[in-house]
T-cell receptor, first 115, second 112 residues
Framework: DAGVIQSPRHEVTEMGQEVTLRCKPI?????LFWYRQTMMRGLELLIY????????DSGMPEDRFSAKMPNASFSTLKIQPSEPRDSAVYFC?????????????FGPGTRLTVT | SQQGEEDPQALSIQEGENATMNCSYK?????LQWYRQNSGRGLVHLIL?????REKHSGRLRVTLDTSKKSSSLLITASRAADTASYFC????????????FGQGTELSVKP
């Protein structure tokens, strides 16, 4: 299996521009998670989906952030408009959640720089 | 504050020594997991311990869980330079649909 795939790996954009991050989870997994990592705040959970349905988006910083999962093999995280404080590494992770035990598989991350 | 808090924040040891990292949490858990992150990469799952387990081994890794103290420890024996990475504990709370709460991590440096 190719693992969790994220694109792009690096993104540099100017303040005010729209940014779209993409994630392809591992085939067969039923849960997908978006995280943001910075030195100051560590690893933060932004939103997660079970069976393509958003379960908890309480970690989404503000209305500028939105996430979708139109099907089991694709998800997007969009920031519009972007701001310099959004600069971070964004990770997507997937898992096969059974309610008993499971592990999350992380993608390589997208390093976002907003100037 | 974080559900999972690691201690120490940074640890520097010589190759061959053992490394111990601790994690404390606040609420009841379903299980606790440890992850590793090499610089510039995503996190990688190392080991999971259920709330009804007290100790678990995997190769050079040993994890303990004390639910009465709400704490866990990760021991890496006979460390190698390749073990240099950040280590995170993550707690899985009941009925949260698989949501994990990650701590801030321990940065381990193993010097050859």
């Amino acid at each position: 299996d190719a693992g969790v795939i994220q694109s792009p790996r690096h993104e540099v954009t100017e303040m005010g521009q729209e940014v779209t991050l993409r994630c392809k989870p591992i085939s067969g997994h039923n849960s997908l998670f978006w995280y943001r990592q910075t030195m100051m705040r560590g690893l933060e959970l932004l939103i997660y989906f079970n069976n393509n349905v958003p379960i908890d988006d309480s970690g989404m910083p503000e209305d500028r952030f939105s996430a979708k999962m139109p099907n089991a093999s694709f998800s997007t995280l969009k920031i519009q408009p972007s701001e310099p404080r959004d600069s971070a590494v964004y990770f997507c992770a997937s898992s096969y959640y059974t309610g008993v035990k499971y592990e999350q598989y992380f993608g390589p991350g997208t390093r976002l720089t907003v100037t | 504050s974080q559900q999972g808090e690691e201690d120490p924040q940074a640890l520097s040891i010589q190759e061959g020594e053992n490394a111990t990292m601790n994690c404390s949490y606040k609420t009841s858990i379903n299980n606790l997991q440890w992850y590793r992150q090499n610089s510039g990469r995503g996190l990688v799952h190392l080991i999971l311990i259920r709330s009804n387990e007290r100790e678990k081994h995997s190769g050079r890794l040993r994890v303990t869980l004390d639910t009465s103290k709400k704490s866990s420890s990760l021991l890496i024996t006979a460390s190698r330079a390749a073990d240099t990475a950040s280590y995170f504990c993550a707690t899985d709370l009941y009925n949260q649909g698989g949501k994990l709460i990650f701590g801030q991590g321990t940065e381990l440096s193993v010097k050859p």
